[in-house]
């Protein structure tokens, strides 16, 4: 069974950074586009950004310039850093690992709470 796990949230003050992270399986990682999702109270899941495994990245519009997300070929594990962060941002985020867009691991989520 494949386990992404997440590490990192917490609570940050509004205009605060946090970085998040996750590790991914050795088998799977050099396979698959990572993402991290976030669904907030209410809301549905939605894409924060993504990294293919060329490097390539796309971001929400909500995040970009404030969250970059990478990749450690290395460690296995993909990251988000996430800068002036605001209320807004206030969710669980989910890393996503997906393979050739047919089937997606989820980890369990890490809450990211942002107090204005």
């Known amino acids: 069974q494949v386990q992404l796990v997440e590490s990192g949230g917490g609570l940050v003050q509004a205009g605060g950074s946090l970085r998040l992270s996750c590790a991914v399986p050795a088998s799977i990682f050099s396979r698959v586009t990572m993402g991290w999702y976030r669904q907030a109270p209410g809301k549905q899941r939605t894409l924060v950004a993504a990294?293919?495994?060329?490097?390539?990245?796309n971001y929400a519009e909500t995040v970009k310039g404030r969250f970059t997300i990478s990749r450690d070929n290395a460690e296995n594990t993909v990251a988000l850093e996430m800068n002036n962060l605001s209320a807004e941002d206030t969710a669980v985020y989910y890393c996503?690992?997906?393979?050739?867009?047919?089937?997606?691991?989820w980890g369990k989520g890490t809450l990211v709470t942002v107090s204005s």
């Open positions: 996503n690992a997906n393979y050739l867009r047919t089937i997606d691991y």
């Open positions: 990294i293919s495994r060329g490097g390539t990245t």
